[in-house]
């Protein structure tokens, strides 16, 4: 469980939503068995934007539609291949095609098969024969709404991951620490698996910047946070816990194997160099760890005990000499 590492062109898109935005040539899916109305169809359309595909087999379509990442699918309404209404409805159901539009061709009086197709998600309709005029005013339309419920997406997306995530170095905050950690505590419980957690403090980090300055202290946060992604598994959770203090929560992990981590990560550290200056100074950075985990609890305790328990196992660390880890 780790936050993806924010970047200042994910930001960017937080309060732009802007569906007049050029977006570029559209991805345009026909599905129509009939090779005449098809024809006459795409040269209607042959003045617009459009990149069109154009699929005659109905199954084939569906799963070309899954595939596609289309912006609008247009359905013939008189296929025969299989029925309209039921290939519509699959559109609507698939996860990857639930939000595209599709924009319906009936044939003019057809109104049955149209109320149907409206009523099973069908987003608008042109009838036939096709205006060429109504027909682009009506493609312009979908396409805009779906570029709008697209840019929202993104941003909310966005959104989401600045409230989880610490801006400097991408790990989890404290906030989704709170909100996940007691989730995995009372699996550990009801499992019967361990779970671990360690804090780790970077050791005289104030000196550091007294030394060199904030700037380089934030680049050595940053440089840590990275190491640390990396040296955890998929379902560790590591967050920044406070100013220059991670937290790792480590689930089915017994304290004996925490340490191993633990010690693998304090002696990386303390065996690499920060470079400065373009290489021509090094920083040495040594860190402080506390474990502790859910095999010495009784039933009773709490994911805050258990971090109170990892604290104090640091506190010892830090008054044992630094650069170690205690369990
Ligand atoms: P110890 O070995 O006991 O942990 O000593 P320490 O100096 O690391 O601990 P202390 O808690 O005294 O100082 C932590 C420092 O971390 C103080 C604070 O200015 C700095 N700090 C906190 N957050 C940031 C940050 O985001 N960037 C930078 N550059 N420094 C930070
Ligand atoms: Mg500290
Ligand atoms: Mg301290
Ligand atoms: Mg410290």
Redesign the pocket.
Known sequence: LRARHATGKDLGVVGNIDPDSDAGEARIFLIDDNEDQAARLMTSMSDGNYQITHEVDPEVALGRARLGDFDLIIVNLSIEAMDPLRLCSSIRSFEETRLTPILAVVRMGDTRKLVRALDIGVNDYVSRPVDKNELSARISTQLRRKRYVDQLRSSFQVSLEMAVTDQ?TGLYNRRYLASHLSAMFDRAFWTGRPLAVMII???????I?DAHG?DI??RV?QDFAERLSSSVRGIDLACRYG??EFLIAMPDTDLAFASVVAERIRQEVASSVFKLNGGRDELSVTV?IGIASTEESSEEDTAQKLIKRADEALYEA?NGG?NRVIK
């Open positions: 400097l403090d970077i050791d005289h980090f104030k000196a910047n904030h202290g934030d946060l100013g220059e402080s830090k630094r």
